[in-house]
């Protein structure tokens, strides 16, 4: 039966309220379009392009599964719907969309991305790869794609191959919490430029600094005078960096330069993809550290404790931990809490059943140098990926860092050590979510390390 005509023209003019972003509007002409004609299939697909655009995920599965009872062989929709899914976390269902959205369209660049986001997401690093590629093959400035081909190398550790990709991040539309300025100065290309002076500025979080200004070693000596941007967190810590000349904060009056680059790039600039650090690279303040070992004076194993990242980083769900999930270790005998979490989940302290479990340091640390100078007089530091634990590998200070099933790309899949920090290991869950086993095993290794000290 032929699709009625007049809905077939609301659908039309909906299409182009919703390329002007008047969601909205169009919305309610794609209900009048269905309201004239309930099995005009594309008004249901686009109605769920409109409702996954306003975060309604339930109600876009519902649109896209009309479009597809009412038109099987919709690719479209098989993708979208995929996309969806693979947004709420179910990977098995969105994998057979995808799946099917490529057979009927084998040549369907973003099938072939969503599958091969599906596959990252999960661990199956050399099937996304695959994927990506097979999506660059059809659309090869697929900016997003380049990108996620780099953290599935990078996952991987092939280093070499993943940073000329991960330069992409900054032609991706959707962004990755970059930090973007406009910069007078051209971007350096690597080249030697002895007179000239380069503008090094961070683009991404606290962590991404701490572990990346090593390799400004690198890059000094190939021009005259190098600057270090960061963070005004980070400047107090960071202003006597040895390999800096000039260290400057974000929102500070941008320093002449004759070139910059952001610190991300330096892996790829300087043709040194991986650079184990000899630590410590970072020092702190002797006179903070001083007043420090005052306060934290006693004979207990003394353990600083981070449960959470900052809620800004998309896959923060997975990374972060809630305080209680720690009760079992805080009552452990010989063994002293100390609290370095800043931000929100600094909250959950005041939720525990004995406060008095953990001590905590957050009033007292105003930016990264005083907690730098209280790391630095801790036994160890117990920490998810945050900061925090860039932080204690950056000052050679016993680190246990505490990672999904499927971490960032840094910290890779297997294995208990890092290439990037020697004083780290590395507490992986063997399941996806399950923190209480990661628990179990700190539990065993806290009570044998307080045994040895004689706690």
Not at 240 to 267: C, I, Q
């Amino acid at each position: 039966m032929a699709a009625n005509s007049q809905a077939v023209s609301l659908n039309d003019a909906a299409n182009a309220l919703f390329n002007t972003q008047r969601i909205d509007d169009a919305i309610e002409l794609y209900r009048q379009a269905l309201r004239l004609d309930p099995r005009l299939g594309v008004a249901h697909y686009n109605l769920g392009n409109c409702m996954q655009a306003k975060g309604l995920w339930e109600a876009a599965i519902e649109e896209y599964e009309q479009a597809l009872q009412l038109t099987p062989d919709y690719a479209a929709a098989h993708n979208n719907l995929a996309n969806v899914l693979h947004r709420l976390r179910r990977h098995q269902e969105a994998t057979v969309h995808y799946e099917a959205a490529l057979r009927l369209d084998p040549n369907y660049p973003e099938a072939w991305y969503g599958l091969g986001n599906v596959a990252l997401y999960v661990g199956q690093v050399q099937e996304a790869e695959a994927c990506y590629r097979e999506c660059l093959a059809r659309k090869p400035g697929f900016a997003s794609a380049h990108f996620n081909l780099s953290l599935a190398l990078l996952l991987a550790g092939d280093y070499a191959a993943g940073w000329p990709e991960y330069e992409w991040r900054w032609q991706c539309a959707d962004g990755i919490g970059l930090i973007t300025r406009q910069f007078a100065s051209p971007p350096w290309d690597g080249t030697p430029a002895p007179g000239a002076t380069l503008l090094v500025h961070a683009e991404q979080g606290f962590g991404d600094t701490l572990q990346f200004v090593r390799y400004l070693r690198l890059a000094r000596p190939r021009v005259g005078k190098l600057i270090l941007q960061c963070q005004p967190e980070l400047h107090r810590l960071l202003r006597t960096f040895p390999e800096a000349d000039e260290v400057v904060a974000e929102d500070a009056k941008p320093p002449r330069a004759g070139f910059h680059a952001p610190l991300l790039s330096l892996p790829h600039l300087t043709g040194t993809p991986l650079l184990p650090a000899t630590v410590p690279y970072l020092q702190a303040d002797p006179a903070l550290a001083a007043a420090w070992q005052a306060r934290l004076a006693g004979p207990a194993l003394k353990v600083g404790l981070a449960w959470a990242g900052r809620p800004l980083n998309a896959r923060d769900y997975q990374r972060s931990m809630a305080l209680s999930l720690f009760a079992p270790l805080l009552g452990l005998r010989g063994v002293r809490w100390f609290a370095l979490q800043k931000g929100e989940a600094e909250a959950q302290i005041e939720q525990l059943p004995n406060e008095s479990a953990i001590t905590n340091l957050a009033p007292q640390l105003e930016d990264f140098a005083d907690t730098a100078a209280a790391v630095s007089q801790l036994d160890l530091v117990v920490t998810v990926d945050s900061a925090v634990a860039h932080l204690a590998g950056a000052l050679g200070r016993p680190v246990w860092t505490l990672l999904p099933k499927v971490p960032n790309w840094r910290w890779g899949l297997t294995g208990d050590a890092t290439p990037w920090y020697s004083t780290m290991r590395l507490f992986r869950q063997r399941t996806e979510g399950d923190w209480p086993g990661v628990i179990d095993d700190l539990a065993r290794e806290l009570e044998e390390l307080s045994a040895g000290r004689g706690g």
